[in-house]
């Protein structure tokens, strides 16, 4: 078998208010809910498995997400009718932008917990080439 990245535990505050403003800002679902876990399920199956932990002890993570433009147009345009604060780079030096690295767009903002993430058209290096 081929290894594979099943899911990944993402500490929150809150772990129905951090899956939910992820699920609900990328139209996925949440799949699942079990012990301390609510489960947002990605196209690649994959899961992030938020679970509420005390503040103090979270760890500010970066994840970062290959979408499609339609995607992150609609995704920007709720970062943006919320009034979230959002940059172009990832050292908070472009605020109120996006970006247009490797041909294609990305932004970067903050979670209720405060992880910082990535939504991006183009993997970085850009597509590879047919």
């Given at each position: 078998m081929a290894v594979q990245l099943n899911h990944?535990?993402?500490?929150?505050?809150?772990?129905?208010?951090?899956?939910?403003f992820f699920a609900e800002?990328?139209?996925?679902?949440?799949?699942?809910e079990w012990g301390p876990?609510?489960?947002v399920e990605l196209s690649n199956t994959v899961t992030l498995d938020f679970a509420t932990i005390p503040a103090e002890s979270i760890t500010p993570q970066h994840y970062?997400?290959?979408v499609s433009e339609e995607e992150f147009d609609a995704a920007y345009a709720k970062i943006t009718?919320?009034?979230?604060?959002h940059w172009a780079d990832?050292?908070?030096?472009?605020p109120g932008e996006i970006n247009r690295n490797d041909g294609g767009k990305g932004v970067y903002f903050l979670d209720p917990s405060e992880h910082a993430m990535e939504l991006i058209t183009?993997?970085?290096g850009?597509?590879?080439?047919?």
């Open positions: 990944t535990i993402v500490h929150a505050r809150d772990n129905r208010e951090s899956a939910e800002l990328l139209g996925l679902e949440i799949t699942s876990f609510i489960a970062a997400f290959l009718e919320r009034g979230l604060a990832p050292h908070q030096k472009r183009v993997p970085y850009g597509l590879p080439q047919a």
